[in-house]
């Protein structure tokens, strides 16, 4: 026996050993492999008795195959000794992980041989195995069953919701770098073979995108300490600006500190990124560091709750650390706001939408009566705002061109009865009035409210029909501002109708549409960044799933059992592909027999 079969049967002996000690855990692994239909799944239960012979010297060993020792045998499987001219035989890799042919048979040695392999008695039950997935096998045996080769499901983590781009989006305008910055487009961009934009994607809220970064860090890292004297390293492409103020990635953050951009962190909500603000701060203290790499003013406008909790304490120690006007339109901090009256500055606490704001205001404006915003005031949506606006003596200081902006319902009531009025005028007297009493509709056109789109909708039906002479002569606030919409989450339909027209416009009427400024067209860039582009398949039973795996820095996904690798070198994005057409639903099909069983390929 040499080398290379002694080898051979130390790993044969370590499965064996294997399935003894994780029988409950393995039992399906082969049907796993091989995609058998669960209904039809078999679970070998093995009885092994160990057997010691007398050696015989003319004698070879003939150990058992792979797929022998690791698949169900059939329940006629007979016992037949080995001949004496017997030799060492060569398990195949392609046997290790399929299932015996119908004429496979156990082949033990003679009692005269020096070494024996246990004698197997197999009982093959027909039962319904459970739900598994390689997440629960352990790492050994993925290791050494799999040779590897599917180690990437093991790292497996994060699955991606199926969201498919609503009918009437025009798939080939879309930017594929503003896509990246969307949530809901990562399983949109995994069917396209495009290179992923490192700096977009740091910006991404979405969990898998920040697995991706991470994913991405750590073979740089790998690739650093792997690379020789000489060799070029692609350097990290990740926007680490735009990750400090993604709320999502605290976790990426704290294990990269020195990468921080602490001018973005201050505007991050999450609490885990206030504690790094808050451990950078002890540090700062404890090294007696003159200059603070925290942007105060951008702080104090910061709305989490432990970020009130530092700033009530900075107040102790250095108040002029605290801005009175980012203070004062923070809405988690009017109880600060109460125990320090003179941070308060009426102007900007007529933005702040918290509702205790308001009574805070009015005691404030006792002492200073003319420290009070109008337009702010007008654009707030909190209730108590409006309560104040709609008092009889505040009614003549509401200005309708902030109302616009809005959301709330009682003030869309205002905008509905003065859109009423302005139809009525003549268009020497609707230019007679001022802009901020009438509808500034590039405000609008930014409002989220559902009747605000009701409200631009009727909008844009007018402008439709208007001369390009008459339309060109609205000014701004006049009109539409496409450009706003296009980012609306709320205006999505509107936006289908806008796309409708100017294709037809393009078609018909080229002239016109060459005419368009900007803000008076779609804008793809912005419409690519809008959630609601992408609509949610409920009926997804199966998520794609990104994994993790080492040797080059690219990013794998997983959906049902075809894998995919992409290129992710920075270059120009690729066109999508047409969508394709929608087939009829297949029948159901018969469950796959046992007798004719699929091998799994190795790479």
């Not at 669960?38 to 093995?46: A, D, H, T």
Request: hydrophobic fraction near 30%; charge should be positive.
């Amino acid at each position: 026996m040499d080398k290379g079969d002694l080898v051979r049967l130390k790993k044969l002996n370590f499965l064996n050993n294997t399935i003894k000690k994780n029988e409950n855990t393995i039992k399906t692994t082969f049907s796993i492999l091989t995609n058998t239909p669960k209904k039809s799944r078999m679970v070998l239960q093995p009885n092994t008795s160990d057997m010691v012979h007398q050696p015989n010297t003319s004698a070879m060993i003939s150990p058992p195959k792979t797929s022998d020792m690791l698949s169900p045998p059939k329940a006629s499987a007979r016992v037949s000794p080995p001949k004496a001219s017997a030799r060492v035989s060569q398990p195949k890799t392609s046997d290790m992980l399929s299932p015996p042919k119908a004429s496979a048979r156990v082949s033990p040695p003679k009692a005269s041989a020096r070494v024996s392999q246990p004698k197997t008695s197999a009982r093959v039950l027909q039962s319904k195995a459970p739900s598994m997935s390689f997440r629960d096998l352990n790492i050994d045996t993925i290791r050494h069953i799999t040779n590897y080769s599917l180690w990437d499901l093991y790292n497996s983590k994060y699955e991606l919701v199926e969201y498919r781009l609503v009918n009437g989006i025009p798939e080939d305008k879309l930017n594929m770098s503003s896509l990246f910055q969307n949530k809901n487009a990562l399983y949109y961009l995994d069917k396209l073979d495009v290179d992923i934009d490192w700096e977009e994607l740091s910006n991404n809220t979405n969990p898998a995108a920040i697995e991706v970064l991470k994913e991405e860090i750590r073979l740089y890292k790998e690739e650093i300490k792997k690379a020789t004297r000489g060799t070029k390293v692609e350097s990290l492409r990740i926007d680490w600006k735009k990750l400090s103020a993604n709320p999502s990635a605290v976790t990426l953050l704290k294990e990269n500190k020195t990468k921080i951009n602490w001018k973005s962190l201050v505007t991050n909500t999450n609490s885990g990124a206030i504690d790094l603000i808050r451990l950078k701060l002890e540090e700062e203290e404890k090294d007696k560091k003159k200059e603070s790499d925290i942007d105060w003013k951008i702080f104090s406008a910061n709305e989490s709750p432990k970020a009130i909790v530092l700033l009530r304490k900075e107040m102790l120690k250095n108040p002029q650390n605290v801005y009175n006007i980012e203070i004062s339109k923070n809405s988690e901090a009017i109880e600060l706001l109460k125990d320090y009256p003179n941070k308060i500055s009426g102007e900007a606490l007529c933005a702040n939408r918290a509702e205790g704001a308001i009574e805070l205001l009015k005691k404030h404006l006792i002492l200073k009566p003319n420290d009070i915003n109008w337009f702010a005031l007008s654009s707030n949506p909190s209730d108590s705002a409006l309560d104040f606006l709609l008092l009889e003596e505040n009614k003549g200081n509401i200005k309708l061109g902030s109302m616009s902006k809005n959301t709330n319902s009682r003030a869309i009531e205002l905008l509905k009865k003065q859109i009423e009025y302005e139809d009525e005028l003549s268009t020497k007297d609707y230019n007679s009035i001022s802009v901020h009493n009438k509808i500034d509709w590039d405000f609008l056109s930014s409002n989220t409210n559902t009747e605000a789109i009701k409200l631009l909708d009727r909008k844009m039906k007018k402008e439709q029909e208007l001369t390009q002479v008459n339309y060109d002569n609205l000014s701004i606030k006049a009109k539409i501002n496409w450009l706003k919409v296009s980012s609306n989450p709320s205006a999505i339909e509107l936006i289908k109708k806008r796309i409708k027209y100017e294709t037809e416009l393009s078609q018909t009427n080229a002239d016109r549409y060459n005419a368009l400024s900007l803000n008076e067209m779609i804008n793809y860039g912005e419409l690519s960044k809008n959630p609601s582009i992408f609509s949610i398949v409920t009926s997804n039973t199966t998520n794609r799933q990104f994994t993790r795996y080492g040797g080059t820095r690219r990013y794998k996904v997983l959906h049902q059992t075809n894998v995919s690798r992409r290129r992710v070198s920075k270059g120009s994005p690729r066109k999508p592909t047409a969508p394709r057409k929608p087939t009829a639903p297949r029948k159901p099909t018969a469950p796959r027999k046992l007798t004719t069983p699929r091998k799994t390929r190795i790479r």
